[in-house]
Structures are given as C-alpha cells and as structure tokens.
C-alpha cells in the first residue's frame, strides 16, 4: 500500500484503527485496520491497484444495513459517504447516480427535476451503492427495476460499465461478479408532476415515521420478509416485540427493528438476531433469513 500522505495529498482520507462504531447506524464495531475516503473515482482506481491481491474489503455507505463484530474488521475498509456522490440529470428522464449519493436525496433531486419514479428511494436509509449491491427496496418497488447501467470497479483498480442481464436480479439480492463494486448508475425515471411526486415522498415517508422506529440507532430491516409473509409479523406473534439482550432489543414499533439502546454491544445484536431465529422457527417453522450483512472478528 502506498504511504497514507500520498492519498491525502489528492483530497483524500486514509486512517488506521479506525472505530466503526463512529461510522455505522447501530453504533457498535470495533476497528477497521485501514479506513479509506476516496476524492473521486480515478483515486479509488489508484488506491485499490496499490493493496495486496489478498487484501480483506469492506465497502461502506452510510453504514445502515451493517454489523460490525466488536473484534473489529481486520482489512480495509472504503467508505464512500459524502465521495462519489454526483447525481446528473440526463435527456428522456435517464438519471446518472454516483454510488455514494444517498438514497433519499436521489428521491428529492429526481422532484425537483420533474421525474417520477424513484420516491420509493425516501424510504431507504443508505447510499445507492449499498442499494444496488441488495437490490434494496421500499414501499413495494425496488432498484434494480430502474437500473439501465451500472458502472463497476476491480479489485485492481479497473473501472468497467455492465448492463443488468449480466447480473441475476431477485429480492434484496443481487449476484454479481466476485471482486467487482459497484460505483454508480444509470435510473431511468419519467417526466411527469413535480408536486405530486413530492406529496409521495411526504406520504412515504410519513408511514415510515410513523411505522418505524426512526431515529433509534437501528441497522433498518433485520429480516428478509420470508415468501407470502412478513418477518415482523412472525416475530411479533412469537411473542418477541420488546425482548431484549443486553442493551440490544426488538423494537415495539416495529418486530423486523433491532434497537441499540444505548449500551449494546455487537454481540448483543448478534446473539438477539441468532435467539430470534431460533424462536420463529421453533414458533413458526420458518427460517428467516438476515437482511444485514455481519462482518468481522469476535471479541
């Protein structure tokens, strides 16, 4: 890896030791060996050409969707909140989304532009990085149904462009290449009415406050909702809304939440997210299947 002043000196951050607890929606994680900012996409391309061939990566937005073990994340961590977050407004509705933009503020740029289709977008607490990589989804749309390219970077620093039928598309999953990340994309949304699409936005995110445990530091949907049913509505009749370990707890507004109350530990979270599995399947005979992503080492 090349010395840390030779990536700071193009407007960039590389730190050591990083606490992921300071970067990730429950605030909890330990550290990460190496945490890198990108200025732009051409450093990104230089920096990953410099680490080892085995080099541990982790790709971060703005760090919902994501536990990080209290042992920490032994590798580098690349971390593209607030970089690689231009949005440009194309001809015939076509949108181009760099990876790092968030995913409601694409949602009110596409408004204020007049182009409808992406208020679902309001309803989805990361990047569009973190979207793609998950087809991630809200209010009954998801991303990848308005994706008409995607650009991508190698292990080696090569930038690529790729269209969807490479990819194998399904709910809250996405397969793809291995070694490959995505870097932006290109949405295809339509001109339509810029007040209405705002009232949606409102709308959407009105139930999601009201629905949801917005503003607990919470990691989003735990659960993938299981085919024909609700994760929230298996976890609530199994009597778990409320239940707690440590400082971790299922949220009462909301089963699919975990909370951290304040005093959580990653382990915490983990053993409720394990104990609530095993309670459904006992309750339900349904294995549900986490939504977030675990990373790192134990304690």
């Known amino acids: ?6 990536f700071r000196a193009k407007d960039t951050m590389l730190t050591y030791n990083e606490p992921m607890a300071k970067h990730t929606t429950w605030r909890v994680g330990g550290p990460a060996r190496y945490f890198f900012q990108p200025a732009n996409a051409s450093d990104l391309s ?4 410099s680490l080892a061939a085995d080099e541990p990566l982790l790709w971060l937005g703005l760090g919902s969707n ?22 440009e407004v194309k001809d015939d509705g076509r949108m181009w989304v760099g990876a790092g933009a968030a995913c409601a503020h ?24 973190g979207a793609l990589a998950m087809n991630a989804g809200a209010f009954g749309d998801d991303t990848w149904k308005r994706v008409l390219s995607v650009q991508v ?10 269209t969807p039928f490479e990819y194998k598309v399904g709910y809250r ?3 793809k290449p ?4 995505f870097i932006g ?5 339509e001109a339509g009415d810029v007040e209405a699409e705002r009232v949606v936005i409102q709308g959407l995110l009105a139930k999601r406050q009201a629905t949801q445990p917005v503003g607990k530091s919470s990691a989003g949907s735990t659960f993938k909702n299981p085919p024909g049913d609700f994760a929230a509505r298996l976890i609530e009749t199994a009597g778990l809304k409320g239940f707690a370990i440590g400082g971790a707890k299922v949220s009462k507004k909301h089963a699919n939440f975990i909370i951290n109350s304040g005093w959580a530990s990653a382990a915490n979270i983990e053993q409720l997210i394990r104990h609530v599995q095993s309670v459904v399947k006992l309750t339900h005979d349904v294995s549900l299947e986490t939504e977030v992503h675990i990373v790192g080492d134990m304690r």
């Open 1 to 6: 890896m090349k010395a840390a002043a030779e």
């Open 46 to 49: 230089d920096f990953l050409g």
């Open 66 to 87: 994501l536990l990080v073990r209290d042992g920490g994340f032994n590798g580098t961590v690349i971390a593209t909140r607030g970089r690689l977050n231009e949005i």
């Open 106 to 129: 694409v949602a009110r740029v596409a408004a204020r532009k007049g182009l409808c289709g992406a208020a679902f977008l309001s309803g989805i607490p990361g990047t569009m990085g």
């Open 153 to 162: 970077i190698d292990r080696t620093g090569m930038i690529m462009s790729r």
């Open 173 to 175: 999953k996405v397969v």
């Open 178 to 181: 291995m070694e490959e990340w």
């Open 185 to 189: 994309c290109e949405l295809q949304l």
